[in-house]
């Protein structure tokens, strides 16, 4: 397997549930490579629970969490905890320091990980303990439309798309993609439990935690200041990129961009050539893309390019192959890359089918895994 893939890229394969491991050996030896990547740790984890090792699962757990925590992955760390307490039940003490250690950090890398370590120690507890971790496989349906909200749902991992359902004489239904750090289910008072006017399927396999509307209402009459908590959450993820709070998009390096890419900016008057422009990508998700402008092209007509149409291309190194998706820009912001100022574009994609878009994306990130 290793011979046919870098394992850098088996990694991203397995976190997708595109590819599956069921020998020990192999996941040792990607361990002997990333022993301090948590998400080997985890997927190793879960191999030894489902062989019942349960000991040397434990002991996995338990790596992986203080890894996640370590790279600011809350989330990630709180799932990785769940499967422990599965296999052994938490003391005061666990809990105490998993809030001892959101307390501490400096710097969180979503919201919702910044609303967790803002939480008391009461508050902290009595809400992983109405919180239920869940997975779903690719093309299942989690909100079936016309079906009660009845759920909040935050995204560990995963992708899922979310579509409006249309309405006669409605146009422009904007279909959402949700992944890593979103949540859905809490667009409309708790106490109502109205039908879903959308659909929300997974794109690829998913985990998600998961808290009933009964439950957080009876969380709630225990910590009435978690309302106000998941306000902000709801208020967050209706911001458009551009307006979203700079210190969840970090000043970076190259280095930290794997991606290398090219985009072509439509001119709206027929007949002119593109704007071409190259950048940079952390990371390219089925809804869209946030792309660093290399400094060399930051003299882009920035006020005159929103809501153009473009063309995102992205090659292997001898371009044999070529992959391209049109979209149009929705944001722009100011940055820095290596100390020089440029710009942050924020592109959405054209609808495509979900299977179609997920090939095409895996591919893109799968050349930046190989650039690392």
Known sequence: MFKEQSAISIIESLIRGAITINREGEYRKLLVEYPDNPFVNRLFADFLKKERSFVSASKRYRKAYEFFMAEGETLHAIAALFELWGIVKPAPYDFRCLHSQLRRKD????????????????????????????????????????????????????????????????????????????????????????????????????????????????????????????????????????????????????R?????????????????????????????????????????????????????????????????IDVSIMGKITWCSETEIDRQQTYALGVQFNEMPPKLRGSMIFFINAVGLSNK
């Open 256 to 320: 930290h961009l794997s991606i290398n890419l090219s985009l072509d900016i439509i001119d709206p008057v027929p007949g002119r050539h593109p704007l071409t422009v190259k950048g940079f990508s952390r990371d390219i998700s089925l809804g869209g893309a946030r792309i660093v402008v290399d400094p060399r092209y930051r003299d882009i007509p920035i006020n005159d390019i929103l809501g153009r149409k473009t063309k995102l291309r992205v090659s292997l190194p001898d371009e044999s």
């Open 107 to 254: 710097s969180h890398n979503s919201v919702i990980a910044e609303c967790f370590a803002k939480m008391s120690y009461q508050e902290l507890r009595s809400t992983l303990s109405h919180l239920e971790k869940i997975k779903v496989k690719a093309d299942e349906i989690v909100q079936p439309s016309g079906d009660p909200e009845d759920s909040f749902f935050f995204v560990i991992s995963g992708e899922l798309v979310k579509s409006p359902v249309e309405k006669e004489g409605e146009e422009d239904n904007v279909i959402q993609f949700l992944k890593a750090n979103d949540h859905f289910g809490d667009y409309f008072p708790c106490e109502v439990k109205r039908p879903a006017p959308y659909l929300v399927r997974a794109t690829s396999d998913v985990e998600l935690l998961k808290i009933s509307k009964e439950g957080f209402l009876a969380l709630c009459k225990e910590q009435p200041d978690l309302k106000i908590g998941i306000n902000k959450l709801v208020k967050y993820q209706l911001l458009p990129d551009a307006e979203k709070p700079a210190k969840f998009f970090r000043k970076t390096s190259r």
